[in-house]
Every structure is written in C-alpha cells, then in structure tokens.
C-alpha cells in the first residue's frame, strides 16, 4: 500500500487518529519527534507543537521528512485550536495542494459554507474557546493569510466525478481548498475525491489532506490496509504479541487538562477509591513524590491532577507533571492514563518515550497504547470523554494486563450466563435451560405466526425450554401461512412438556373460535391474550417458568375485551402484584430503559422525580447484571435539548429531576453517567459507549431504537419477579394470516429471555418464586 503520514501536533491527537487507522487493521506506529526507525505502513507524528509558537510549528513541518509517494495527512484539532493556519500554509510552501475537511460528526462538529459549528451553533459562541488566548474563527479563511477556496456541500454531495473535477478546478486557484463536511459520508466523498486527484496523469503537486481523526478514518476505510483487520500486527523485540505485555502493574492517572469536564473526569475516578493528588504551585514537588509512591504502595490506583485553578499556564502544568511522574516511575513499574496532549507528550518524553503502538480505545479519543519499553499508556484529550472515561480507561489497562487471549480483550470481566452447559439439549435433572412461556398475543394478529416462526428456528430449544401459552388451532393456521411444517401439542403444564426440535408445547385454554377472522380488532381475541398472559404470569409466580416472552397484542381489543389498561407491561406488573415496573427496549446495537412510558409528555415531566429515576436505573442495572454484565455502564438522558444548556432549555428539570438521582447512584457504585443530551446519549449508545440508556420519556427511547433496529427489536420489562421480552412491533393487522411477516424480532425477544433469565435451580436458589 502507499505509505501514509499523519503530521499531528499534540499526543493525545496523534494517539486518536493512529486508532482510526489500527481498528481498520493498518499497522500503525506514533513516532513522539521525527521518525529515526524503519517505518510503518502508517506513521503517525507528534510534532508536539500545539504550545509552541506559530513559527516552531512552521519550522517543524518544514524539518519532517515526506519522502515521494507518501500520502501526508495533517491531523488537526476538530475545534481549530493550535497554529492550523501556519501549518497549512508550511505544506503549501512545500509544494502541496492541501484540501481541508475538518469535521468531527460524532461530536457534532461540523462545517458549512465555511463556518466551523458545533452542534450547529458557530464555533465562536459555543464557549469551547474560552482558555485559548485569541478568539475563535467564525470562518476557515481566517485561520490563514494565504488565498483560500471554499467547497460547498452542494459540490461534495455531486457525485464522486463531479466533486473531483470541481475539487481540481479550484486547487487551480490556490493550494488550499476548505471543504464543507456534516457528515462521515461527507468526509468518505473527500478522501475518494482526493485519492482521485492523487492519481491524475501529469500532477505537478501532490495533494495532502488536512482535518480531524473522522477524516482519518475515512483515509483508512479507503485505503487498502498491509494486514486483515483484527490481525496480529506484530511484536516489539521479544514483548511477544501486541496485546500480552506481563504481569499487572499499579496505575498512575495524570490529568493536566484545566478543562472543566477534565475536573468532573477526576472526580467520577475518585468516587471509586482512587487517591487523588492535586498539584500546587506552592506544594513541594518532592511530597507530591512521596504521597503518589505511598499510595501506590498502598492501592493499584493513584492519581496526580491539575486544573486551571491550580496552575494556570498550561505549559508549567505540564512540565511539573512530568518531573513529578519521572520521579514515581523511577522507583515503581506503573502504567499511565494521562488526560491533555500537552501533559502525555511533556510526561512521555521524561520518560524517554519514542514509540506508541495503538491498542484499543474505550470511546472516541480515548486510546491505549504500547510503549516500546512496553508500558501501557493510555490517552486522552481534555476536553473529551464521558464522565467516566478515566475509570474505563483504567479498567481497559488492568483487563489488557491480565489478558487470558492476548488478542480478545473483549469478553473480559463477562460471566458464563447460569444455563450455559456443554449439552444443553439434554432433559435430565441436569438440564439447566431455564423454562421460557411464551404467549401467542391477539390471535387476529401476526402472533400466532411469528411465535412458530420463533420456536421453528435452530436455537429455540438448545438454550430454552419454551412453552406456549396460546390456541393449538390458530398456531396450526400460522404455521400454515409462513408455509412449514410444526408438531403443534397441547400440554397442561411445562411438566408434561417434551422439548425437541420441530415441536410446539402449547398450553391452550380454548379461548378463540375456530373461524376468527384475521386483521380484525374483536373483544374474543383481546380477552383470549389478557388470558394467555394471566396464565403465563401465574406460571411465573410459581416458579414453573423462569422467563416470560410475549407476542404483540392489540390495546384496542384488549379495551373492547373490558381490561383497560395502556398495554403489556402495565398488564404484567397487575398480573404479580407489582407497583413499579420500567420498559427496556433492546437492538443489537442499544438498550434503552424509560423512565415514564405511555403517558402524554406534559404528564410524563411532570412525573419524573429523582426517587424514580433513581429506581429506573437500579432496575436496569440490575436486568444487566442478570444478563451477565459485570459492571454496566448507563447514560441517562436529559428532558431538554442540550441537557438544558445551563439553564437556556427548559426551568432547571434537569438540576432537579435527574442530577440528584445520579448523585445517589454514583455514590452506591453503579457507572450512570448524566444528564447527557439525548441526541448525543444515543450516539454514543449506538456505538458501545454505554451497555443502556436511560429515556426520560417514550418518544425519546423509541424513536432511535426503531432507527437502530425495530427489525430485530425486543421490548423488556425488568421489575417483575421474573423477565420478560417481547418483540418491538404489533399486532400488524394488514399482514396477518399472509405468512410475509419477518420473525426475527421475535426471534431475539425469545433468545434475549433466555439470556437474561436463571436455570431452574439458580431461581430457586435465589428466592425466587417457586411452587
């Protein structure tokens, strides 16, 4: 492949951006200065200029080899910060063409007509500039003095042909073109337009690409990589494979970020019995020593911090850092989390650092590397991370420590859930599968379909003992319509049930007519499914099954029926006596629990209070460590936009609502993490920040959840003596009886049941009903 450079200018930067390149298997290396080894396919700088003067930054550039036919990517800060203007123009001078695409969408920073925004607000009044000694640029143009191009959107969203030609019209003009960017799609429109101009017959320059670690990652999408992604990269001298670096070490976390979310990263870490060090001008360097060595001594765990109260040069910060972590280091073996480029590059040069080899990240920017002495370090811009990014990152460093695959760092800390067995299929007094009824829902509807279409499928009975709870008849017309084949019996109970492949149990009360109409609401079919669920309730409370998995059914025919209640979970919390249950949603890529659900949303702000936020959250938690989560992380959702935004949103719901009930649970141990802006909550979800999200209110749990993944959704309620799934659709009238009804939902809602439900014995054990 073509050798690639990436010329950053702070650590932390050059950390997140060489992690863009290794998650899409490019074998990737920070060089901290000029490289002097052999290099990598993809080599990362530091040029650690970020705190210099304009000129140092200039000189630096000028001073870096770019040998010919090296693909140069000038990494900059997705908020502008730093000498962008003179680095830009020090590539021009060297004979480039630079085309500038500098957004980061997954932090909602973006670019149009020119104007770097934030979550759509200009940059310059969004208050991110406020430590940065000059103010911020309304636009690009200004970061430079050299003649300048603008690409508008409408030329990126033109066509891959189109969008090069104009891209090479306008470098015509001038070597610097900036280019509008909202979206990765965007960004992946930029790279290809460039890797096309990279290739035009009789080039006088080559082109250079400059903007945020997003623009990096479209680069290393586009760009074949030298090795499989996910393979093994290689080792460091005799370190053996990346990923295995020896036996567990104590942690020193450095934060020298005077950012005030760096601030709120330090104390989550500290909730969590970290010993914490606040660095002083006034303090005598030499018992800051001796207080981190003590505390090592004492706990794996210590942690030096600075903030803009404290030291406010940034540089002096620092500088005094590192003496103080050199010190440390000199007398115990300690791996790092350090938080601020500034403060990584200053402690990892004290060090004598050269090298960094990216490993893994926690979230977008915070990374863990290799150091060619093979200490583990782990990085992070200040301004970035959620509120518990430090005590992941410390936790990521102890798992890649005690590492039992040195290439899987994935299911540490995971359990085996209780029913897992070698020979699940057996029927024995061994048999641990959990019982499972499932309830056929309005018999009108696709439930009878989509419940055979589930226990048809492979996994149905090699981890479960499904019953169903439904009409024999309507399920034969289901199996019927989906064109397959079933042995539907009538059992009285899961006692007298018999578990193979290709069979159906059925509990059948004789509830339906033979000749029920499809796709009509009918008082029959919703007072049969209010029956089905009783009976599946009272299974429950006698220990008879461990889980409960639900067909959609129909309110309209449960109102018609007499049984007036909002739906399901409302339904089952009545059934077993419960006052207080919550709706979790599930997709593969989120969990979603609600703190109010079918309610209008003016009743639904009204009603949040910290007392059931508090008890929200315990009962997702809870639900997940069931599920074999060992230590879930939660993000709860604001009510406003923005979280508030300090007050501009709203009247303070959130400072009043929701922060005191993250308070309570912070202190108990459980990692929620709040109020977060729901826009943002989700994203982050969706990408596996978070194992569950926290909705304030209906709409603002499933309207993602049907974005992410309604095909293959599943509804849970957590709260009841025993779980339940359901899937995330209903009764879909216009379908039923056509047999062209997708069954993976409920699929997933019974393998989910099964997941999150006990063995038998484990239930037993644990208090939970039984006969």
């Known amino acids: 492949m073509t050798p690639i450079t990436v010329i950053a200018d702070d650590l932390s930067g050059a950390a997140e951006t060489a992690e863009q390149f290794r998650l899409r298997g490019h074998e990737t290396t920070v060089s901290l200065g000029v490289p002097t080894g052999p290099p990598a396919p993809v080599t990362v700088v530091d040029l650690g200029t970020r705190a210099g003067t304009a000129e140092e930054a200039r000189v630096a550039i000028d001073a870096l080899p770019l040998p010919v036919g090296t693909l140069v990517l000038k990494k900059t800060d997705s908020l502008w910060r730093g000498h962008v203007g003179p680095e830009l123009e020090a590539l021009a001078a060297r004979g480039y063409d630079v085309v500038v695409a500098g957004a980061l969408p997954a932090l909602g920073r973006t670019v149009v007509d020119g104007r770097p ?81 990279a290739d035009r017959p009789g080039s006088r320059r080559p082109v250079a690409l400059a903007g945020s670690a997003a623009l990096a990652a479209a680069l290393a999408d586009a760009v074949a990589p030298s090795v499989e992604p996910g393979g093994d990269l290689g080792t460091s001298g005799d370190a053996g494979p990346r990923g295995w670096v020896g036996p567990e070490r104590p942690v020193l976390v450095v934060v020298g970020s005077a950012a005030e979310v760096a601030r709120g990263h330090v104390d989550v870490l500290a909730a969590t019995g970290a010993d914490v060090h606040v660095l002083d ?10 207080a981190a060595r003590a505390s090592l001594a004492l706990s794996p765990l210590a942690v030096l911090a600075v903030t803009g109260r404290r030291l406010a040069d940034p540089a002096a910060a620092s500088v005094a850092l590192a003496a103080v972590v050199a010190r440390v280091a000199a007398d115990v073996e300690v791996d790092l989390v350090l938080t601020g480029g500034e403060t990584a590059r200053a402690v990892l040069d004290r060090l004598a650092t050269t090298t960094l080899r990216p490993l893994a990240q926690v979230e977008h920017g915070a990374v863990l590397s290799r150091t060619d002495d093979d200490r583990l370090v782990a990085t992070k811009p200040g301004s970035f991370g959620g509120s518990t990014v430090l005590a992941d990152l410390v936790d990521l460093v102890r798992r890649t420590r005690t590492a039992v695959d040195p290439h899987d760092l994935t299911g540490v800390g995971r359990v085996r859930r209780p029913h897992e067995t070698e020979n699940p299929m057996t029927t024995t007094t061994l048999d641990t599968r959990p019982f499972i009824a499932v309830t056929m829902g309005d018999g009108a509807g696709v439930g009878p379909e989509v419940t055979v279409g589930a226990l048809l499928d492979e996994a149905a009975y090699r981890d479960a003992r499904p019953v169903v709870v439904g009409d024999a008849h309507r399920l034969r017309l289901g199996a019927a319509a989906l064109g397959v084949e079933a042995e539907i019996v009538e059992v009285d109970g899961p006692a007298d049930a018999v578990f193979t492949p290709g069979r159906i149990n059925v509990v059948d009360p004789h509830l339906l007519s033979a000749d029920l109409p499809w796709g009509a609401v009918s008082a029959e079919a919703g007072h049969a499914a209010y029956e089905y669920i009783r009976i599946a309730c009272e299974l429950g409370m006698a220990g008879l099954v461990q889980g409960i998995c639900t067909a959609p059914l129909n309110k309209a025919a449960l109102h018609e029926a007499g049984h007036v209640f909002p739906g399901h979970t409302e339904l089952l919390a009545h059934f077993m006596g419960v006052g207080e249950v919550s709706m979790m949603l599930s997709t593969p890529k989120i969990k979603v629990i609600h703190v109010t659900t079918h309610i209008g949303l003016i009743d639904a702000i009204a009603k949040i209070e910290p007392g059931l936020v508090e008890r929200t959250v315990r009962r997702g938690w809870e639900a997940l460590r069931r599920a074999g989560v060992d230590d879930p992380r939660i993000g709860v959702c604001a009510i406003n936009p923005h979280a508030g935004e300090n007050g501009l949103f709203g009247y303070g719901e959130e400072a009043e609502k929701i922060t005191p009930a993250i308070e309570v649970l912070q202190a108990d141990g459980i990692r929620a993490v709040g109020p977060l802006p729901a826009d943002t909550a989700f994203f982050l979800g969706g990408r596996g920040d978070y194992d569950l999200i926290v909705a304030m209110y209906h709409d603002q749990g499933h309207g993602p959840v049907k974005v992410l993944g309604i095909e293959a959704g599943v509804n849970i309620t957590v709260g009841l003596p025993v779980i339940r799934t359901s899937v995330d659709h209903g009764t879909a009238f216009d379908i039923a009886g056509t047999g062209v009804v997708a069954v993976g939902s409920m699929i997933e809602a019974l393998r989910q049941a099964v997941e999150m439900s006990p063995s038998p014995a484990d239930a037993a054990r644990v208090g939970a009903p039984s006969a």
């Open 117 to 197: 925004l934030v979550d759509g607000r200009p940059l310059a009044e969004s208050g991110l500039w406020h430590l940065e000694p000059r103010r911020a640029p309304s636009g690009l143009d200004d970061l430079v003095d050299h003649p300048t191009v603008l690409v508008g959107l409408d030329v990126v969203r033109s066509g891959p042909t189109a969008f090069a030609g104009c891209l090479h019209d306008a470098l015509v003009g001038g070597p610097l073109a900036f280019v509008d960017a909202e979206t990765d799609a965007d960004l992946a429109a930029v790279v290809d337009a460039v890797l096309r101009l």
């Open 281 to 290: 001008p006034a303090d005598d360097a030499g018992d800051l020593v001796d």
